[in-house]
């Protein structure tokens, strides 16, 4: 069974920066891919960034420049750096991981409120 933890979110002012982490138990499963979604109030759950067990990553066009996604193989983490947050930032955020259970699978994290407010 695959588990996920993540961590870090938070309340910080607009311009500030957070990190957030999503740790995952997946054995003997092989992790694919590793992605951050986001859903904010009466809004859809959209991708944030997403990044490939080879490194590649992809970013939602709101916050190409401002985030950074990033993983740590070894310790199947990855990490979600996000700088110059704006209001709109404001959401639950969501780890989500796709392993090759079942012939390729995806699993969420329970998520974590970030909000970004003055």
């Known amino acids: 069974q695959v588990q996920l933890v993540e961590s870090g979110g938070g309340l910080v002012q607009p311009g500030g920066s957070l990190m957030l982490s999503c740790a995952a138990s997946?054995?003997?499963?092989?992790?694919?891919?590793m992605n951050w979604y986001r859903q904010a109030p009466g809004k859809e759950r959209e991708l944030v960034a997403a990044i490939t067990s080879g490194g590649t990553t992809n970013y939602a066009d709101s916050v190409k420049g401002r985030f950074t996604i990033s993983r740590d193989n070894a310790k199947n983490t990855v990490y979600l750096q996000m700088n110059s947050l704006k209001p709109e930032d404001t959401a639950v955020y969501y780890c989500?991981?796709?392993?090759?259970?079942?012939?390729?699978?995806?699993?969420w994290g329970q998520g974590t409120q970030v909000t970004v407010s003055s």
């Open positions: 997946a054995r003997p499963f092989t992790i694919i891919a």
């Open positions: 989500n991981v796709v392993t090759s259970a079942y012939g390729g699978s995806a699993v």
